[in-house]
């Protein structure tokens, strides 16, 4: 079975920029969230999925959203991108209800100059 | 919402002996407190979890306590090896009888097993 799929791995922008990350989580998994990683913040929740409805949304300004597609494949956006956010995004997906575990994906490292 | 603190930053262990790691939270509604291990480069992976009716769960040379009333809970270590180095995550959650996906991570320790 593959595991998350995050796209694209690494990419740099400049700030007032928009970016678009994508994520593909496991086959049958239909629950998606998505987390900022930071030296300084350490792992912090953006937005949670499921069955294309946002479920949960984290302390985030509105520049940042997402979407879950039919396919359960979610995307994020981050528009007007500013120097602070530069991080590790991962994304993280959950099997059926009821079970805890998180698969997380290898992230996409944005780095905004 | 939730609030989860973690201690130490950092930890250095000689191999062989045992690392503890401990966590605090603040939400008493929390009722899944699980465990993540990221090493080096890598993406997080789930080591060990306990829900709220639980006091402790063991598996192998991992184990974590969880004492609600004090809202604190720890992982313990034994017998450390080299590849226990890492950064570990505690987190918790008040989501999880809904299937949430929200979980408040606390801001980890790096770990060191000195061979």
């Known amino acids: 079975k593959a595991g998350v799929t995050q796209t694209p791995r690494y990419l740099i922008k400049t700030r007032g920029q928009q970016v678009t990350l994508s994520c593909s989580p496991i086959?049958?998994?239909?629950?998606v969230s998505w987390y900022q990683q930071t030296p300084g913040q350490g792992l912090q929740f953006l937005f949670e999925y499921f069955s294309e409805t946002q479920r949960n949304k984290g302390n985030f300004p509105g520049r940042f959203s997402g979407r879950q597609f039919s396919n359960s494949r979610s995307e994020m956006n981050v528009s007007t991108l500013e120097l602070g956010d530069s991080a590790l995004y991962l994304c993280a997906t959950k099997d059926r209800e009821g079970t805890g575990e998180l698969f997380f994906g290898e992230g996409s490292r944005l780095t905004v100059l | 919402g939730e609030n989860v603190e973690q201690h130490p930053s950092t930890l250095s262990v000689q191999e062989g002996d045992s690392a503890v790691i401990k966590c605090t939270y603040s939400?008493?509604?929390?009722?899944?407190f699980p465990w993540y291990k990221q090493e080096l480069g890598k993406r997080p992976q789930l080591i060990i979890d306990i829900r709220s009716n639980v006091g402790e769960k063991k598996d192998q040379r991992i184990a974590v306590t969880l004492n609600k009333t004090a809202k604190h809970f720890s992982l313990h270590i034994t017998e450390t090896q080299p590849e226990d180095s890492a950064v570990y995550f505690c987190a918790a959650t008040a989501d999880f009888n809904n299937a949430g996906n929200m979980l408040t991570f606390g801001g980890g320790t790096r770990l060191m097993v000195k061979p």
């Open positions: 086959s049958g998994h239909r629950s």
């Open positions: 939400d008493s509604a929390s009722n899944y």
